[in-house]
């Protein structure tokens, strides 16, 4: 049974009613800024966030993390569903929503399947659409998947485009999506910046006691790695890969929160596990990862969000995938595309462990991702936009 919270009405019917849609620990952390943004400015907007819980328990964290406090759960998820279950399930469910709540707009972020509902179902409903970190395309229907169709099918949705770069917003114009559209940076950068505050507040002794296993004194590799595409061979291939930089040099531990899907664990812990300098972890919550990743000295990930996260503390980035949409970082020189291929991973992590030269070009190269102000440039825009009118 989905729950609401009580206090679900809008307080003042008069002004703009702006609702969050989404579901996923990415999607919290990118629309955290934006939301805090937009709560700033009561006397305009009323705020109501609506969390499908497509991810329960790494949303939650992210949730308390920034201290926001979902309106509306949906709780879709149960146990073996399949993406056509949860699209049905949230579909309704949002429609629920939209039709207790009437927001003059809804907010979306990114690719999720989440997102996708939230779009469609504020479509059927004939509202407006905000479309949060729009354009990013790797021109494959299947690659990420379902997350490259769910984005292409959101921006033929949506009102209002806000994508991270130029090369997104050329995207969304050679598709025929050129109206509204505005380049603002990536929110995902204003998530770091405020969340590495908050861990300073806050004091880091917990976070250096959460790692006391690890010696910093050597080459941390942070990890990441649970792409739906690179399931089976790909993924051993990874862990073939990551097995033998750590044999190969003696000052390097690496660091690996490992997803809770199976396919990921079971070739992880097969062919990762066992070793001294292998630390093999569960999940982390964002203040730990985002504080692991600042002491990090080198990144290995497949997922999109480490991609823009990591140049803004200055660590260099290689992506385990055969293609990326952020292909802004790989032309920048933040990062590096060297797929699923054993001796590919090693060479470029072997390249970057050796060469101080080639590992300071990276490290140093600038974000292309923004400079964390994107939460204020779509605040002002969409302020203009809804309140002029």
Known sequence: MWRVAARSEWLHSSMNNIL???????????????????????????????????HREMLGQVLDFFRIRP?????????????????????????????????????????TTSTFLGALASFYGKIRVAHIEAGLRSFNKYAPYPEETNRV???????????????????????????NV???????????????????????????KTFSQLDFDRKILLVTGHRRESFGRPFENICRGLRSIVENFDDVEIVYPVHL????????????????????????????????????YLI???SGGVQEEAPSLGKPVLVMRDVTERTEGIGSGTAKLVGTD?????????????????YRRMSQAINPYGDGRASKRILEILTRELCTE
Not at 28 to 53: D, G, Y
Not at 153 to 179: C, M, Q, W, Y
Not at 344 to 352: E, H, N, Q, V
């Open 300 to 302: 290995l990930t497949d």
């Open 20 to 54: 969050f849609v989404f579901g996923t620990r990415p999607e919290a952390i990118k629309l955290a800024p934006l939301i805090l943004e937009f709560k700033r400015k009561r006397s305009i907007f009323n705020v109501r966030v609506c969390v499908t819980s497509q």
């Open 71 to 111: 309106d509306y759960d949906l709780d879709i998820m149960r146990s073996n569903q399949s993406v056509l279950d949860v699209a049905a399930t949230g579909l309704k469910r949002i429609e629920e929503v939209l039709t207790r709540s009437k927001p003059d707009l809804v907010i979306v972020q990114g690719d």
């Open 153 to 179: 099918l959101t921006s033929h949705i949506a009102d209002f485009h806000f994508a991270p770069t130029k090369k997104d917003a050329r995207n969304l114009r050679r598709e025929g999506v050129d109206e």
């Open 342 to 358: 054993p001796a590919a991973i090693i060479k470029a992590a072997s390249t970057l462990l050796r060469n101080q030269r080639s």
């Open 261 to 296: 899907n199976p396919n990921v664990r079971t070739p992880v812990k097969k062919i990762l596990g066992g070793h001294s300098r292998i630390h093999l972890l569960e999940p982390l919550d964002y203040p730990h990862f985002i504080w692991l990743m600042s002491r990090a």
């Open 182 to 208: 505005w380049v603002v940076g990536n929110t995902v950068v204003d998530a770091l910046g405020l969340g590495m505050r908050l861990i300073q507040q806050k004091g880091e002794a917990k976070y250096s």
